[in-house]
């Protein structure tokens, strides 16, 4: 007899998840499952609905239409212990610039309710994970960007959040602490908490163990980021010609592509094998004057899937 499996149930999901303004639907029907123990990036353009999906997660905005529900329970129906069990960190964390390190972790310690015992062991477990242990008397407001996104992350996991939402953490940052930030995410998600976060920078999404790709306000693609690497229909090549910028305006003319944007000195083009081949699109370059021209399959970068499918969903809406 097959021993029985138990699956558990997501730390985080929504049904149907709708945020209407007046002026735009922010949040559309948005239907979406988080696992637990899992980094996850919502990735999108400006205006995509990224942020306004965090704040329906905490509590912080009612939803239109739709449900969220996280660690158990309904976020408008038990906010209390909802906001309880998560951390939220938004892309403007409120530090107190002068306030010194210590103060500004008391302070935050005080707003939770913390018992004295609790909050100094978890003070120095935080300070130790994120090396700020020489910088405790200093003042936030002298600290470089990245210690200042280290202390807000901190004040934020005071409290042992089971789940974390991030909104664009590593913003402005620069690449150093960018790496740094992410080994301290990674190490929080090995001690079990789980991190749903929102990135601008798509090098990041291929950090996430999956990632949702959002537009308008929809979800218009969910998976790992290789499994999104690998199932668009169409094919992706380097172009190489000698006028590039001419070839990118023929090239997106072309009955079967979907996409053509520069990467560098070359360009990387998305093209149904259905409609043309790259044989022709070269011979039509060097027609142009834009020879020599050459294609070849590459392995797109998640930036090269998420342009093509924004294309795609554009195309769709038409």
């Known amino acids: 007899m097959t021993p029985s499996t138990t699956v558990q149930p997501p730390i985080a999901s929504s049904h149907d998840l709708t945020c209407r303004f007046p002026e735009i639907t922010a949040v559309d029907h948005l239907n979406l499952q988080i696992s637990r123990g899992e980094i996850f990036g919502l990735v999108g353009p400006d205006g995509a609905g990224k942020t306004t999906t965090l704040r329906l997660f905490c509590g912080l905005i009612k939803p239109t239409e739709g449900s969220a529900q996280v660690v158990g329970y309904d976020v408008c129906r038990d906010l209390d212990r909802v906001r309880d069990r ?8 409120g530090l107190y610039p002068d306030l010194s390190v210590q103060e500004n972790m008391t302070f935050y310690a005080d707003l939770y309710g913390l018992p004295q015992g609790q909050r100094h062991q978890q003070m120095g477990l935080l300070l130790k994970m994120t090396r700020m242990e020489p910088f405790l008397q200093r003042q936030a407001g002298k600290l470089s960007g990245g210690m200042q996104q280290k202390l807000a992350l901190m004040c934020t996991l005071l409290h042992q959040p089971e789940i974390l939402f991030l909104d664009e953490p590593t ?3 620069d690449p150093v602490s960018r790496r740094d930030f992410w080994e301290i995410l990674y190490q929080l998600v090995t001690d079990g908490v789980t991190v749903l976060l929102t990135t601008a920078y798509l090098d990041e999404a291929e950090r996430c163990n999956r990632v949702g790709l959002m537009d308008q306000g929809k979800l218009i693609r969910c998976d790992t980021p290789e ?7 169409e ?12 070839a990118r305006q023929i090239l997106s003319r072309a009955s079967g592509v979907l996409s053509v944007e520069f990467a560098g000195a070359v360009l990387h083009l998305f093209l149904s094998p259905s409609s043309t081949t790259p044989d022709e699109l070269e011979r039509s370059l060097e027609e142009a004057g834009c020879g020599p021209a050459q294609l070849t399959p590459i392995q797109p970068s998640l930036e090269d899937v998420f342009i093509a499918l924004i294309r795609k969903q554009g195309r769709l809406r038409l």
């Open 235 to 246: 094919v992706c090549y380097q172009v190489k010609s000698s006028h590039p910028r001419t």
């Open 86 to 93: 998560i951390g939220y960190m938004a892309q403007r964390f």
């Open 227 to 233: 499994a999104l690497r690998t199932e668009l229909e």
């Open 171 to 173: 913003t402005g940052l």
